[in-house]
């Protein structure tokens, strides 16, 4: 999904033919043996011939394209102070089905893109709640690409993702693009040195306003497999010991851009904005739950401020792994045709599944509204918040 550090190697931008030649001089050049570059071109070239449902979201990288630093903006919660009962959101006939009892839910009989105001800011306030929602028989993917932005655009300022792919014209739209037969693609490799495709992040936390309620459809993904898992960051903090949950209060953290600006570079892959490093807290209050979550993912989290780095290098492993192996809060969401995932990106972590050896693409689309600096509540213990 969202890219990493880690990131597989995408599909080119065109199905025409007569450019297969252009195109393929563009791809990056992969640290491999020759012949595995000479097989991997000819899988591009094939790729470039086969049709594409939704060519329109094709992504492109076009290395002319450059943006100044992001602005500080003023953003609008949409979710504070939403109708918890959703009567626009959830009306009479459609159903909500929790996908476990600490995160996720499953919603069939709505549609998204016909919401009005209070029913977007419901979504924002449900998926807050809820963590990740999969939204089904969703006509997202059929709208025209401006019309699918400014639906998103309700809910924060579009992030323009530094290095990933995008369609023509569209530079906010993120662009999942992955295919490869066995033997042929980055997968291989990218498996070789790893046990599992296991990664969770929050996307583009090195950002200083990261991303909050966000989008991800699909188009093309192989008949089984390639889910992606969703961690509960509210969850994984409560589950801590109350002395180190004090502990943590206070720390910050800093989040880095600059090893995905140098992996990009390293395949001759764009670079849109110059990386940054921003320093957020490790526990970040949800502006409209008022929930306290950890805020520390193992693709953007580096160091831990006044710590050493030992200590740091520590207390950030045993964060990591506690996150990654507490099934107790973590979805698995399966994607289906017409589906679409909204998750708030401020209180939870995800991670793609690399399952699939069938060759077969997945494709999606996301659209990343930017939200708040991330801000902290005090530490209170739990007897003080008994008496409130």
């Not at 199905?15 to 043996?33: D, G, M, N, S, T």
């Not at 994607?335 to 069938?358: C, E, F, G, I, Y």
């Amino acid at each position: 999904m969202a890219p990493s550090v880690q990131q597989i190697l995408e599909d080119t931008p065109s199905v025409l033919p007569e450019k297969i030649a252009a195109v393929v001089k563009e791809v990056p050049k992969l640290k491999e043996e020759r012949q595995t570059q000479r097989q991997t071109l000819f899988y591009y070239s094939k790729a470039l011939t086969n049709n594409h449902q939704y060519p329109q979201y094709l992504p492109t990288w076009n290395h002319g394209q450059k943006y100044s630093p992001l602005q500080p903006f003023i953003h609008t919660e949409h979710g504070k102070n939403a109708d918890a009962t959703f009567p626009n959101l959830l009306p009479q006939g459609s159903k909500a089905k929790k996908l476990t009892p600490t995160i996720g839910s499953e919603v069939t009989g709505v549609q998204l893109s016909k919401l009005d105001a209070a029913g977007k800011d419901q979504l924002a306030l449900f998926v807050a709640q809820r963590k990740v929602v999969a939204f089904r028989d969703q006509d997202l993917a059929d709208l025209p690409l401006q019309e699918a932005l400014d639906f998103g655009g309700y809910f924060g300022r579009h992030h323009i993702h530094p290095t990933s792919g995008s369609p023509e014209g569209f530079p906010e739209l993120h662009i999942v693009h992955r295919y490869g037969a066995p033997g042929t693609s980055e997968f291989d490799s990218f498996l070789a040195g790893r046990n599992s495709s296991t990664s969770f992040h929050s996307d583009v936390s090195y950002e200083a306003q990261t991303p909050g309620t966000t989008f991800l459809y699909i188009f093309d993904s192989p008949e089984e497999g390639g889910d992606t898992v969703f961690a509960n960051q509210v969850e994984a903090y409560n589950r801590l010991s109350e002395p180190l949950k004090e502990r943590l209060h206070g720390l910050k953290a800093v989040h880095s851009g600059f090893e995905q600006a140098q992996y990009s570079r390293d395949k001759e892959g764009v670079v849109r904005r110059e990386p940054v490093k921003n320093e957020h807290p490790i526990v970040r209050t949800h502006p409209a739950t008022g929930e306290k979550a950890l805020f520390v993912n193992q693709g953007f989290t580096r160091s831990i401020i006044g710590l050493k780095k030992e200590e740091s290098d520590a207390l950030l492993a045993f964060l990591f792994n506690h996150i990654s192996r507490g099934i107790d809060w973590q979805a698995r969401v399966r994607w289906a045709p017409k589906t679409v995932v909204v998750w708030d990106n401020r209180v939870t972590v995800h991670s793609a599944t690399l399952d699939w050896s069938s060759g077969e693409r997945r494709h999606l689309a996301r659209i990343t509204p930017q939200a708040e600096i991330p801000f902290e509540t005090p530490y209170v213990k739990p007897e003080e918040e008994l008496k409130a």
